[in-house]
């Protein structure tokens, strides 16, 4: 074993050396105490067999990969071991058992594999066992409960399966704190009943479900049960009687429902609440007034309506608060204390109060994204502002520094990104000039492609359409007698003849993809409306009166990061989808270098980079940036978990992948093509998977009469979150070890802990590389061969929060 010899003075007696500790008589070690020593390798022979009396062995946080023989001789006296933070690797000896005066167990942090030895039984005097933070496998050994005496077991982030062992918390009544987080175990709260005395329970991230109503300690002080499947009302659990000493609660990424706890406000312990992603009503803000203790509050996605409660500012100890994607209204209370604040995808308004925004370059992270705030800043904003604005949030022109315009027009032809953000952050009245400008240029060119046509009065059809690969039909006897339906300008006299003239009679030359459900088109509509028309061209059983319905129903799905369905036409035999128009095309080609005019995928901008900014972009180098692709991979799971969670009926996608994630105008990631499988023609009971086979599941493969189902979307979002951190495609890149998919290869070098070898090279450095390989694991959990293994997207969401950039990353 190597050890630094510059630490020890081996000339010396070894009672002398650091980290060395003998009896009074200096003839007997007592304590090995070295921990971050630098040593390596495998622990030395015939050394071990000479510490007859020792009692307490600490070798942590070294590089120590394996035992040596003699090593299982000290188990006579030895009393405490810690060898967490090394690099053990394998299956984990039954020669524990020799330890039978054990006390204290720490091997956490390390790669032991295999199953948990059944020798665990002879350590009859452990109160304190640690195995976290390793690659355990198979259940949790019954064995642990002979074990009388535990105080404190952590056995977190492994990969057991399984259920709680029948008997747990009648067997270890003594035990105080229990960490289950990170694993596959199943079962429910009440099989930790028992334990009168817990005081930390964490279960987070596991397939628990049913109510949490069963486990009422009055000593317990911190509970974990996020990212489980847990379901019912917690209106009726009191704090005063059930948790009156919680200090810690995170129920974050579950299925509960009904309202928040009636009685929050007596929970005068408590300095860490989160609610977040469950399925709670609509329901206002619920009285926190008196939680002075409060440090942390998260409650995303929890139904609330109404203000904000202007008393909250008084919780000085408050330094997270996050209430985004909720339905609060009024004004933003002077939160001038806090290090993170977040209440994006709101409806709030007014002014951001001053003292608030001079205490923002301050925070470690903000965002007031896609409300109707008004910033009035004095100074030129921070670098840091724009992306913590994004959406309708209004500028003042009055208090604006009026150099930041100037700078911002001068940086137009080259830097398109900045400008976006920039623009619709600084000032929303020279947004519109600027964007009034955008679009007569692109106008321009969209008019100097098409092909000229002068709408006649009447316009006698059936009208036939070819593109590369099909022919379709619209059979309309008169094209000006055709209504267009459109969603958000009903008014406007728009017909099946308007269509024909925003895409030059559905020319080829307009044609900007074949996709799975029909060609797309581009045009412009009376307006100056930007549209992508998309025909669905597949035979349907569903009269014309179902197919309106369904499109309306579709219509009303808004979301920040779906493509909006802005209207519809029912030609003939024919139904037409009208889309929003993605400026800045889709993330495939983005990711992989292909033109945003490449028709090799469904994409919806047929401009190249060359012809709309002149060579090298701005949009390319975002990409190189983790901080960019968290964000479009966070708002894509934002998008499906709405329409798995948000949506009743549910919508299944069927068909998630890079090339139906477009970006807008502020560059913020759009899935579409939502919804549209009964109108097509693809019946309830024939849903099977028609997607693109890179993002096939596994069972798919294995039965290909397996229905698609909300799980199927996990699995290809996965396989897209892989994608946009490694910067490889699917299938047909180089991948290295013989593998020929890149989901078979990050897979594997994640189970070996070494997913870093996979991180697109073109973002290290751009954030931090350990948020990266979390992102890789949370891809791997996506990608599980078992559907029942993989997560829903409601618990994906508050996954990549939790690894979401701060600061400068």
Not at 280 to 302: C, G, M, V
Not at 406 to 421: G, K
Not at 648 to 661: F, G, M, T
Request: charged fraction near 20%; proline fraction near 5%; charge should be negative.
């Amino acid at each position: 074993m190597g050890v630094p010899e510059g630490d020890f003075n081996f000339a010396a007696p070894f009672c002398s050396w650091r980290g060395v500790f003998c009896d009074t008589q200096k003839e007997n070690v007592l304590k090995l105490e070295l921990s971050g020593s630098g040593l390596s390798g495998v622990l030395p022979e015939n050394t071990f067999a000479k510490l007859k009396k020792l009692q307490s062995m600490d070798l942590s946080n070294n590089s120590i990969t394996g035992f040596s023989s003699d090593f299982w001789g000290l188990g006579g006296t030895l009393l405490s071991l810690n060898l967490s933070s090394n690099r053990f690797f394998g299956i984990l000896p039954s020669n524990i058992g020799n330890f039978g005066f054990l006390k204290s167990f720490d091997l956490s942090f390390n790669n032991f594999s295999g199953e948990i030895p059944a020798s665990l039984s002879s350590l009859l005097s452990l109160q304190v066992l640690a195995l976290g933070s390793n690659s355990f496998e198979g259940n949790i050994p019954v064995q642990i409960l002979s074990l009388k005496f535990l105080v404190a077991v952590d056995l977190s982030l492994n990969r057991l399966v399984g259920e709680i062992p029948q008997n747990f918390s009648a067997s270890l009544t003594g035990l105080k704190a229990l960490n289950l987080a990170g694993n596959g175990i199943q079962g429910r709260i009440s099989d930790f009943s028992g334990l009168i005395s817990l005081e930390s329970l964490n279960i987070s991230g596991n397939f628990f479900e049913g109510p949490v109503l069963g486990l009422f300690q009055e000593s317990l002080k911190v509970l974990d049960i996020s990212k489980n499947q847990f379901q019912g009302h917690i209106s009726q659990i009191s704090f005063n009687s059930n948790w009156p000493n919680l200090v810690f609660l995170d129920m974050s990424l579950n299925q509960l429902s009904g309202e928040i706890f009636t009685d929050l406000n007596k929970a005068h312990s408590l300095k860490h609440l989160n609610l977040a992603h469950n399925r709670f009503s609509l329901q206002k803000f619920p009285l926190i007034n008196d939680l002075k203790s409060l440090e942390r509050l998260n409650l995303s996605d929890t139904g609330l309506t109404g203000p904000i409660p202007q008393e909250i500012s008084e919780l000085k100890s408050l330094h997270l608060l996050d209430l985004s994607l909720n339905f609060l209204t009024g004004t933003v209370p002077s939160l001038t204390t806090l290090d993170h604040l977040d209440l994006s995808y709101n409806n709030l308004s007014g002014e951001i109060p001053s003292p608030l925004l001079e205490s923002l370059p301050s925070m470690e992270k903000f965002n007031f994204s896609y409300n109707n705030l008004t910033i009035c800043y004095k100074n030129s904003l921070p670098q840091t502002f724009p992306l913590s604005f994004l959406g309708s949030t209004n500028g003042c022109p009055i208090a604006a520094d009026p150099n930041l315009f100037q700078r911002t027009r001068t940086r137009n032809r080259h830097m398109r990104l900045e400008l976006a953000i920039t623009i619709a952050t600084v000032c929303f009245l020279a947004g519109l000039v600027c964007l009034a400008f955008g679009c007569r240029r692109r106008t321009r060119l969209w008019a100097e492609k098409q092909v000229p046509y002068k709408e006649e009065q009447n316009i006698s059809g059936p009208f036939s359409f070819q593109t590369d690969s099909t022919t379709w039909v619209a059979d309309v006897k008169l094209a000006t007698s055709v209504p267009v339906t459109m969603f958000e300008k009903p008014l406007m006299n728009i017909t099946f003849a308007d269509l024909l003239a925003a895409t030059s009679h559905f020319d080829r030359g307009t044609l900007l993809a074949e996709g799975r459900y029909g060609p797309v088109y581009r045009g412009v509509l009376p307006g100056g409306i930007h549209v992508a028309v998309k025909v669905l061209i597949n035979s349907s059983s569903i009269n014309d009166q179902e197919a309106a319905s369904a499109l309306e129903h579709l219509g009303k799905i808004k979301h920040p990061n779906l493509v909006p369905l802005t209207g519809y036409c029912l030609a003939g035999d024919q139904r037409i989808a009208i889309y929003k128009y993605m400026e800045h095309g889709n993330l495939q080609n983005m990711l992989h270098d292909l033109p945003i005019g490449g028709q090799i995928t469904e994409d919806w901008s047929t401009d190249t980079w060359e012809e709309e900014y002149g060579g090298e972009t701005q949009e390319k180098q975002s990409l190189i940036s983790w901080r960019f692709r968290h964000r479009i991979t966070l708002g894509t799971a934002r998008a499906i978990a709405f329409l798995h969670h948000g949506c009743s009926p549910p919508i299944i996608h069927r068909d998630v992948k890079a090339s139906s994630i477009y970006l807008d105008a502020q560059f913020e990631p759009r899935l579409s093509d939502f919804g549209l499988a009964k109108i097509a023609g693809i019946e309830p009971e024939n849903e099977r998977f028609l997607g693109s086979p890179e993002y096939k599941p596994p069972e798919f493969d294995q039965n290909p009469a397996s229905l698609v189902s909300e799980k199927s979307d996990v699995y290809a979002f996965g396989v897209v979150l892989i994608e946009v951190i490694t910067g490889k495609k699917p299938l047909g890149d180089e991948y290295g070890e013989g593998e020929v998919s890149l989901v078979s290869w990050v897979r594997g070098l994640v189970r070996k802990k070494i997913g870093w070898k996979a991180i697109d090279q073109k973002i290290i450095g751009t954030g931090s590389q350990e948020q990266m390989e979390e992102g890789l694991r949370i891809g791997y959990l996506c990608t599980a061969e078992s559907p029942l293994k993989r997560p829903d997207m409601h618990q994906i969401v508050g996954l990549l929060k939790d690894i979401e950039p701060v600061g400068d990353q």
